[in-house]
């Protein structure tokens, strides 16, 4: 078994490094391969991520559905592990996978995310919760991580190349292959765009988001509000 890990990143130059440090030092058990897409960083995202990456892919703009997908075109490995730069899963992460895709191999599970942690403010741990809560409803966030294999991804279509809620049309696309299961470990989100807006108006502007979304607005009009 051998994970591709799809780390899409803008403007992380300040902590790529450690965050593809730790992912190369936790991947004790077989091979793993990196690949880092940038989407248009101005800072040293892609010079910094060039030594601890396999590959390192740059696209014009941010575009996390683009990004992820270009990503997962180049991956080698039959699993796909797909992360935000600024996300950190736990140290077992690979040993997780492992063991979850060989006991499920034969279910109808289209994949497994982690249990998110945006930290230990009482509004934050709110948030959590919530966007558990939606996993366990079929509707995943991109700070969950997500794993499938590349059969399941390649038979739903993959990541649709959206900038704003790719990760909602791929709940979609694969909620009708099977069921997305949420693992009990943690993995731990970067919480500064959460405590500048404030968790309810996060949760608030998602829910509007995705409303407009199934009513037929375009991903790239809500990206822009």
């Keep these: 078994m051998k994970f591709s890990v799809i780390v899409a990143a803008h403007n992380e130059g300040h902590q790529i490094v450690s965050s593809l440090k730790c992912l190369r030092q936790s991947s004790k058990t077989s091979p793993v391969e990196i690949i880092v897409v940038d989407g248009g960083s101005d800072d040293d995202t892609v010079a910094s991520s060039r030594e601890w990456a396999d590959e390192t892919l740059c696209l014009e703009k941010p575009n996390r559905g683009a990004q992820w ?38 279910k109808k599970i289209s994949a497994a995310v982690f249990s998110v942690d945006y930290g230990r403010d009482l509004g934050l741990r709110a948030l959590s919760a919530w966007s558990n809560a939606r996993v366990r409803a079929g509707i995943l966030a991109a700070d969950h ?7 399941i991804y ?11 809620l790719e990760d909602f049309e ?17 993995i731990h989100a970067a919480a500064r765009r ?15 988001k995705e409303t407009r979304y199934k009513m037929g607005a375009s991903p790239e009009s809500l990206f822009r509000q």
């Design 69 to 106: 997908d270009a990503g997962a075109r180049k991956a080698t490995g039959n699993h796909l592990f797909f992360l935000r730069a600024d996300v950190h899963p736990p140290g077992n992460w690979q040993q997780v996978l492992e063991r979850f895709w060989l006991l499920n191999e034969d």
């Design 154 to 164: 390649k038979a739903v279509g993959g990541y649709p190349p959206f900038a704003e």
């Design 145 to 151: 991580g997500l794993c499938t294999t590349v059969d």
């Design 170 to 186: 791929l709940s979609r696309r694969l909620r009708a292959r099977g069921r997305i299961v949420l693992l009990p470990e943690l």
């Design 194 to 208: 959460l405590r500048a807006r404030g968790p309810l108006t996060y949760a608030l502007s998602r829910v509007w």
